[in-house]
């Protein structure tokens, strides 16, 4: 009796609520995750219901029987299955996101113990576009990668629970307690990507890549006003709803996870500062030889050109190493290094993204990096991260001031609710406004006259620089190179600035200006056309400009001819015979009176016969042109339907061969 009342009275509320919570039997209820959208509010990541099965152990009498239904309807096998039946939880998950023709077969089957629930999957309705952007969740509802990842907090939401008194068996108990919290569904993140910008940019890359043989490529487009990142394209790319079937390697961003070499395109950078320091201007002359010595090495431009003398203008135009170089020991470490550090580089923007990097600055020291410092002028011995490169080139659009680059443009509640705005954050201002105005002239001035002709858009004014850097393997240069072209326009009034990277191309004429410069020019039209930026330049204007004639091949004579003929002015450099490239290219329409800068070799160029691709996928025609020694302008998509020139012609090798695709 003693006992009892012990039980019943002194410890009765404590044993009573003790007993209730044996009894209850809690199931969390998923959140519904947030949805992921662009900026025009269409959709890129939504949660949808999808059927799921999991076990009670206790309530499954038959272990073995029950696996062995159960294994031809999922991915375990029946020792596999017979483990989790015996784990000795009191629930475990068997498979989620099942088919309904699966969840169906396995309800038919009424095993003891085995329930089906629905939960939420992830599903990415737009596929492969923005795939490295958005990112992948996993099956417990969380982020893995991307926005999905670092906005991951924002999207999951709060998770509820279902509770309700049950037996041993888990049975409910008749007029037994239930407790019910509902989950609260995640917010909804709305990017500043453009899905329009955003295929447009995929679309022309994916051809580049694939024309040009390259390991990879990537188009970066922003808004240079606010640093909105609007495109971010990589090729290959990769199903964010099959993730699984591709490596992580494949899934990375490079644009925020990777370095690399800028070469020639940070020569806007040196400009800047040798500007802001009032080192130079653009009528200042300098020497240019076929080889500079400085500080115990050499520096000379890639092809071994000598320019002679020539204007700070006549080098960016031409992209001089030794100019550059120059410059970057003129300046000294300290200065030189507090603008590239100002400007972005070796440092983190602060991007919402995971993953990303610093880059690898060279830092000042008392003595014995003179060279290094020389190289850095022109591209050499510094790594840098493409969002790092654009955020520059898109500082100097901006009149000199830094802006923190951004993916997310807001958030709003399941309801359609502002929750908040990401404001833009300028964060720093480097170069003053009349700094970034000159440099902005002088970027100009290398599309209109110099090796970035093929990034020029008719009416919009583009400003950019070319690169082609040497890639380092094992401390050493190789022969394999990055092409790129960053750039923005229109130059008075900035809308867009693009960067455009390929890695590895392999094939004749692997220059940024050949291959990058084109697949700029197309993402930038075609952009600005869909944004309503109107063409500033008048019809008459147009019909002012000339078509520069094909001279490739002509021998000295015949091509200063040719050009004198036409209303061209002309230099030539090289100790060969004949014409082996030209700048502007043939078919550009600039300006009367253009000055075309020719280039020789030794020896005649060999012709190729082109061979036939019509039938052939874009992957297979690049092939094969590819292993002609000829190169591939991609038009159109599906199965090669026309080739110009024809099959069995014979040109110039590394000629280029525009090839029609049609579904």
């Not at 990277?501 to 291959?515: C, I, M, Q, R, T």
Request: aromatic content about 8%; charged content about 20%; overall charge negative.
């Amino acid at each position: 009796m003693g006992r009892l009342a012990y039980l019943q009275i002194y410890r009765g509320e404590e044993l009573a609520v003790r007993a209730t919570a044996q009894r209850m039997r809690p199931q969390t209820i998923d959140a519904q995750r947030g949805n992921i959208l662009d900026r025009n509010y269409k959709t890129l990541a939504i949660s949808v219901g999808a059927d799921a099965v999991y076990a009670i152990p206790d309530s499954i009498r038959d272990v073995e029987g029950t696996a062995r239904q159960l294994a031809p309807y999922l991915s375990l096998s029946e020792p596999e299955l017979t483990a989790l039946l015996t784990s000795g939880k009191s629930s475990v998950w068997l498979a989620r996101g099942l088919t309904v023709e699966t969840a169906e077969a396995i309800r038919s089957l009424a095993l003891p113990g085995i329930k089906i629930v629905q939960r939420p999957q992830r599903y990415y309705p737009q596929g492969s576009l923005a795939a490295h952007v958005v990112g992948i969740a996993g099956a417990d509802n969380q982020g893995l990668e991307g926005i999905e990842y670092f906005y991951d907090e924002t999207l999951r939401g709060t998770p509820g629970q279902h509770a309700t008194e049950r037996d041993a068996a888990q049975r409910s108990i008749p007029g037994g307690e239930t407790e019910f919290i509902p989950p609260q569904a995640g917010y909804d993140v709305v990017l500043t990507i453009d899905t329009v910008i955003q295929y447009l940019a995929e679309t022309r890359i994916q051809e580049a890549v694939i024309s040009s043989n390259s390991e990879r490529g990537l188009v970066l487009v922003m808004n240079p006003k606010t640093g909105e990142i609007l495109a971010n394209a990589i090729y290959p790319t990769f199903d964010p709803n099959y993730y699984q079937e591709v490596s992580v390697d494949r899934r990375r961003n490079i644009a925020i996870t990777d370095q690399y070499e800028p070469g020639s395109t940070f020569k806007f950078v040196t400009a800047a500062a040798a500007l802001d320091l009032g080192l130079t201007d653009n009528n200042r002359t300098f020497e240019s030889g076929h080889v500079w010595e400085v500080g115990g090495g050499r520096v000379r431009n890639l092809d071994g050109r000598a320019f002679g003398s020539i204007t700070f203008r006549e080098a960016m135009e031409r992209s001089d190493n030794i100019t550059f170089a120059k410059l970057s020991v003129e300046m000294g470490p300290e200065a030189f290094h507090r603008y590239i550090q100002g400007l972005g580089f070796g440092r983190r923007l602060g991007v919402d993204f995971p993953g990303e990097i610093a880059g690898t600055v060279l830092l000042p020291s008392r003595s014995g990096q003179t060279l290094q410092w020389a190289n850095t002028g022109f591209g050499q011995g510094i790594a840098v991260t493409p969002l790092q490169l654009l955020s520059a080139i898109s500082a100097v659009a901006n009149g000199g001031s830094l802006m923190r680059p951004y993916y997310v443009k807001e958030i709003r509640d399941a309801h359609g609710k502002l929750v908040s705005t990401t404001a833009p954050e300028v964060l720093a201002t480097p170069i003053s406004s009349a700094t970034a105005g000159v440099v902005s002239d002088l970027l100009r001035s290398v599309v209109a006259n110099g090796n970035g002709n093929r990034a020029e858009v008719q009416g919009y004014y583009v400003a950019g620089k070319t690169g082609t850097a040497q890639i380092p393997e094992g401390g050493v240069y190789g022969d394999d190179v990055v092409a790129s072209f960053v750039g923005f326009a229109p130059v008075d009034d900035p809308a867009l600035a693009i960067l455009v990277v390929l890695y590895k191309p392999k094939v004749e004429s692997a220059f940024g200006g050949v291959l990058a410069a084109p697949v700029f020019q197309e993402v930038m039209e075609e952009s600005l056309e869909y944004l309503g930026v109107k063409r500033r330049q008048e019809a008459r204007q147009r019909s002012s400009l000339v078509t520069v004639p094909n001279v490739m091949n002509y021998t000295r004579t015949e091509a200063q001819a040719r050009l004198t003929r036409d209303g061209f002015f002309w230099t030539m450099e090289g100790e060969g015979t004949l014409v082996t490239d030209q700048t502007p290219a043939p078919g550009a329409r600039v300006p009367a009176q253009t000055t075309v800068h020719l280039y020789f070799a030794q020896g005649e160029l060999e012709d190729v016969e082109v061979p036939s691709v019509v039938g052939l996928s874009m992957l297979d025609a690049s092939a094969k042109l590819s292993a002609a020694g000829l190169q591939m302008r991609v038009v159109g998509s599906g199965v090669a339907a026309e080739q110009l020139p024809q099959a069995g012609a014979r040109v110039p090798k590394g000629s280029v061969v525009e090839v029609r695709f049609k579904l």
